[in-house]
């Protein structure tokens, strides 16, 4: 991918969301972004280009859901601390009020080490407030977080951490992985060398935490789910809303259906999505992109051969690399990122993620330049985690990873997926595919494969059909699980802008939290979502080009 400069010369920087501050946390995508730097392989589906919503209801399988489980603590109380609310979140938002939930690392050891995990609560502005919302698989990453007013129209909006990440403690952060990604940058992507450059980091960072006393085997889902469980305790609710992405929500469905009243689930992923799922993806999510340009006029006539341009770039970025320097986003010295082919379609991947991007990517297909090359050197550059701090505890992903989903992973399935898919075989060659024999984790959970129950607990599915990560075809399966479940697929959105973004999608959220079984009019909503202003398409030398540098 190559973007051209604006009219100035320079990159164009597009305007952060909400949704770019607050990072929705998608399972694997976060996992990866340190593991490839600029290329982040990420988790996807089969995308669909067109608009799609269908409505399930007491159409599920034939298991029922299983009894809600009691909502017991064994052996310990879970405890509310006080927390000093982050600066950034306290001056935007005076009355929300923050804590820390305090529980055992490993529950089978209630007098053991214990864990505390982020809590923040903002009040509901409703004169008789509802049942709370508790959004999860969220990333506080500036000032702007989905406190949403459509949330709090109902009832409290509560923010709730995932163990061992950014703000828990202990935090499971690798400094050790993120102080190579300068030298991975600089290397064929997901090629030997980079590969091995990372599993050994990856490797020192498991050995230090554990020689810290870190039980590695008390991150994955069923501890998460816990925690949930135990949040609710804390707080003395009876019932609770969840918002989230990713697969702890098909647990605690089964686990606690007198819980959750109802759910949420925004670019959501099937129970068994795995590496050999997301190539087949990722090429589908391009091909949706490349029809919604030829459904657009002005851009079927400036980029008719959009297809073509990618294969084109891929060979002629590996057959002859080109290597860019540019500045660091972290102030420090400048960064050389190297493109290959390989690294020049896993952009393309972490692009179509972006809602700010979509707009360029044809005219970044179809570009070049040098000066191009240096835009998305600049975008790979800050979205690669150079900052040695790991805000995002990259050692939590792991361990969760290990303990949950890489027994999931068909090594023939991924080969095989490369060979239909060439463009994007770099990614069979994923480190991930190999980390989990060198992470000191040996609990291997059962928890995806025996989680598959139907669950009568109502819930609203958003996706976006351009998504490369959770597309259409991730929703629908997901759908199969709950016997009363409304989808929406967003034709010219990703999953990311949909927490934060258009005015109808609020205004479901809200009709549903306040009656989670009245028909959703979905298909007015869907109507009033603009399409993609492709950029470009009169002029490129006229038009500002420049990949946003603003992550999801």
């Known amino acids: 991918i190559a973007a051209a400069p604006d009219g100035r010369g320079e990159p164009a920087t597009a305007v952060a969301t909400p949704a770019s501050k607050v990072r929705r946390k998608a399972s694997r995508p976060k996992r990866r972004t340190l593991a490839v730097g600029a290329a982040l392989v990420v988790v996807a589906g089969a995308a669909v280009a067109a608009s799609m919503v269908f409505v399930l209801r007491d159409s599920g399988p034939a298991h029922e859901t299983a009894a809600s489980l009691p909502l017991v603590a064994e052996g310990y109380t879970p405890k509310l601390e006080p927390w000093d609310c982050p600066a950034e979140l306290a001056a935007d938002h005076p009355g929300v009020r923050c804590q820390y939930l305090v529980v055992p690392e490993d529950r089978s050891k209630p007098a053991g080490r214990q864990v505390r995990i982020p809590v923040w609560v903002a009040p509901s502005q409703a004169q008789h407030p509802g049942i709370p919302t508790v959004f999860l698989n969220l990333l506080f990453n500036g000032h702007d977080v989905p406190i949403t007013e459509d949330v709090r129209a109902y009832g409290d909006a509560v923010m709730f951490g995932d163990r061992g990440e950014q703000f828990s403690q202990p935090a499971l952060t690798c400094p050790e992985v993120a102080s190579v990604q300068r030298q991975i940058l600089e290397l064929p992507a997901n090629g030997p060398e980079a590969n091995k450059l990372w599993l050994d980091a990856a490797e020192q960072c498991g050995r230090r935490l554990a020689s810290e006393g870190v039980d590695l085997n008390a ?52 129970l068994d999505s795995a590496v050999q799922d997301d190539i087949s993806s990722y090429s589908s999510a391009s091909q949706a992109y490349y029809a919604a340009c030829h459904a657009d006029a002005p851009c079927d006539r400036a980029f008719p051969n959009l297809e073509q341009a990618l294969s084109a770039g891929y060979a002629q970025f590996q057959q002859k690399p080109v290597v860019i320097t540019t500045a660091d986003p972290a102030g420090g010295p400048d960064i050389r990122v190297m493109f290959d082919g390989d690294r020049n379609v896993s952009a393309l991947v972490l692009a179509l993620g972006i809602p700010g991007a979509l707009p360029f990517l044809a005219l970044s297909l179809t570009s070049n330049d040098e000066a191009g090359l240096a835009s998305v050197a600049t975008f790979l550059a800050e979205t690669a985690g150079l900052d040695l701090a790991d805000p995002f505890a990259f050692g939590r992903h792991i ?69 490369p990560y959770a597309p259409p075809a991730y929703a629908k399966d997901v759908a199969r699980v709950f016997r009363e479940a409304t989808v929406a697929v967003f034709p010219s959105l990703t999953g990311y802008v949909l927490d934060a973004a258009p005015p ?11 009656d989670p079984k009245a028909k959703l009019d979905v298909d007015g909503c869907i109507a009033k979502v603009p399409q993609i202003a492709f950029l470009g398409t009169d002029g490129a030398a006229s038009t500002p080009t420049g990949i946003p540098t603003t992550a999801p």
């Open 399 to 467: 361990s969760e990873y290990c303990e949950d989903e890489d027994q999931s992973i068909s090594r023939a399935g991924v080969e095989a997926a490369a060979l239909a898919y060439p463009l994007f075989r770099a990614f069979a060659h994923d480190p991930w595919l190999e980390v989990c024999k060198r992470w000191p984790t040996q609990q291997r959970s059962e928890v995806i494969a025996s989680s598959g129950h139907a669950s009568t607990v109502p819930a609203l599915i958003l996706t976006g059909a351009l998504d």
């Open 219 to 270: 991150y994955g889902q069923n501890d998460t789910v816990a925690d949930v469980r135990d949040l609710a305790i804390a707080m003395g609710w009876r019932q609770i809303n969840i918002e989230t992405c990713c697969r702890t929500r098909a647990v605690l469905a089964a686990r606690y259906p007198g819980l959750v009243r109802s759910m949420v689930l925004v670019a959501p992923y099937p």
């Open 504 to 514: 109808c999608v609020a205004a479901l959220r809200l009709a549903f939290l306040r």
